[in-house]
């Protein structure tokens, strides 16, 4: 059975950091692209970052480049976000997601991990 399952969320203070992982089973990790959305409470779901099957391509939404970095291990099919200089802004829930590189259509979603961002 195909799943996605995010780790690594919490409580931070503002300016900190935290890494979040997620860790792929059921299907063949290589051939999607990952990404990380999140949704903070009364917002819509948005992309934060992705990255190409083979690793070789990441994008990220304006609000968190120079901050997050998105990274890839195809031998260990995971993926993990790197937040730095967090802000309350930042807190949201966060979910990992897989979307086949070829056919789109097929994607696979976490269930998703909270972060909090708050003294």
């Known amino acids: 059975q195909e799943q996605l399952v995010e780790s690594g969320g919490g409580l931070v203070q503002p300016g900190g950091s935290l890494r979040l992982s997620c860790a792929a089973s059921?299907?063949?990790?290589?051939?999607?692209?990952m990404n990380w959305y999140r949704q903070a409470p009364g917002k819509e779901r948005e992309l934060v970052a992705t990255?190409?099957?083979?690793?070789?391509?990441?994008n990220y939404a304006d609000s968190v480049k120079g901050r997050f970095t998105i990274s890839r291990d195809n031998a260990q099919n995971t993926v993990a976000l790197q937040m730095n200089s967090l802000n309350s802004e930042d807190t949201a829930v966060y979910y990992c997601?897989?979307?086949?590189?070829?056919?789109?259509?097929?994607?696979?979603w976490g269930r998703g991990t909270q972060v909090t961002v708050s003294s």
């Open positions: 997601n897989g979307r086949h590189f070829v056919h789109s259509s097929i994607q696979y």
């Open positions: 059921g299907f063949v990790f290589s051939v999607y692209d």
């Open positions: 990255i190409a099957y083979a690793g070789n391509s990441t």
